[in-house]
């Protein structure tokens, strides 16, 4: 089993940045992509920035040049940079971690989501 922990978020004023951070735990072979989403209220969840083991990152139309994903492989984990932030970009923020995972030489495919983190912006 991999478990994934948030943490960052909260509130800010329009133009102001946050940061988030996605940590995996468990028996943690390989890490395939790192993936941030969000969901706000009415709307469907949508695709924010994700990066993949090669360091490729591809990021949503609406925060290109704003946001900045990034990852530590020997930590497992996986970062966020919100900058100029603006309300459209309030939302619960899930990270999502796929990869394999196990040991004795037995690897399983693994594809975890964290618990979401409120980011809110205020005008």
């Known amino acids: 089993q991999v478990q994934l922990v948030e943490s960052g978020g909260g509130l800010v004023q329009a133009g102001g940045s946050l940061s988030l951070s996605c940590a995996a735990s468990?028996?943690?072979?390989?890490?395939?992509?790192i993936g941030w989403y969000r969901q706000s209220p009415g709307n469907q969840r949508e695709l924010v920035a994700e990066v993949f083991s090669d360091g490729h990152r591809n990021y949503g139309d609406s925060v290109k040049g704003r946001f900045s994903a990034s990852r530590d492989n020997a930590r497992n984990t996986g970062y966020l940079q919100m900058n100029d932030l603006k309300p459209d970009d309030t939302a619960i923020y899930y990270c999502?971690?796929?990869?394999?995972?196990?040991?004795?030489?037995?690897?399983?495919?693994?594809?975890?989501w964290g618990q979401g983190t409120q980011v809110s912006v205020s005008s």
């Open positions: 468990g028996k943690i072979r390989h890490i395939v992509l």
């Open positions: 999502n971690i796929r990869g394999y995972y196990g040991d004795n030489g037995i690897h399983t495919q693994f594809d975890s």
